[in-house]
C-alpha cells in the first residue's frame, strides 16, 4: 500500500479548450431560470452560447494556462435559497439549501473537472473504490460491491462489521 504514495505521477497535461467543447457544455446543462449572482440563468446562456463560446473558450484557455480560477466566480459569491421539500411550510426541516451558482463558473469547472479525471484515469490514480464523480460510475454501484462483499465474508463464515458515519 505504501507504494501507491510513492509512485510519480506525470504532471497534469491541461489541453486548450475549444469552441466545440465550450459548445458542447453549454449545450449539456439543463435549461432552467434560476440564476446566482450574476442574474444570468442557463437558459440565457444557452440562447447566447453561440455569441459567446469564443470569448469564455479564451478564458478558458488562459484560465488553464495561468491556472487561476477567477474570485468572483467562486462558491463564496453564491446564492442560498430555500427549497421546500413536503409537508408543512412551517417547519424548518421541510426545507433544503441549494446553492444557485454562476453559470459561467460552471463551465469552467466542467472543463478542469474533465481534465482531472481524464489525467486521473489515463494514470490509474484513482482507487477502485472510488465511485463518486466518476463516468458510468453510480451509488448503486458501490451498494451492490459492499452488499457482494459482506455476502462472500458470511458465506465464508466470516464475522462481519461496518461503521457507518452520518456527517
Known amino acids: 500500500m505504501e507504494q501507491a504514495f510513492t509512485k510519480p505521477y506525470p504532471s497534469m497535461e491541461c489541453k486548450c479548450t475549444t ?47 495561468w491556472g487561476v480560477f477567477p474570485d468572483r466566480l467562486k462558491l463564496k459569491h453564491t446564492i442560498i435559497k430555500q427549497l421546500h421539500k413536503n409537508d408543512g411550510r412551517g417547519e424548518v426541516s421541510n426545507y433544503r439549501p441549494v446553492s444557485l451558482l454562476i453559470s459561467f463558473s460552471k463551465i469552467f469547472e466542467t472543463v478542469m473537472q474533465r481534465r482531472i479525471l481524464k489525467h486521473f484515469t489515463n494514470y490509474n490514480i484513482l482507487s477502485t473504490e472510488q465511485y463518486g464523480f466518476r463516468l458510468g460510475l453510480r451509488t448503486n454501484n458501490a451498494n451492490y460491491k459492499l452488499t457482494t462483499e459482506i455476502l462472500n465474508a458470511m458465506n465464508n463464515k466470516l464475522l462481519v462489521g461496518g461503521i457507518f458515519f452520518v456527517i
Open 19 to 65: 469552441t466545440k467543447e465550450i459548445e458542447r457544455i453549454i449545450k449539456s446543462f439543463e435549461t432552467r431560470n434560476s440564476y446566482g449572482y450574476d442574474e444570468i440563468s442557463t437558459k440565457i446562456l444557452k440562447i447566447s452560447g453561440p455569441f459567446i463560446r469564443s470569448t469564455i473558450n479564451y478564458i478558458c484557455t488562459k484560465m488553464l494556462f
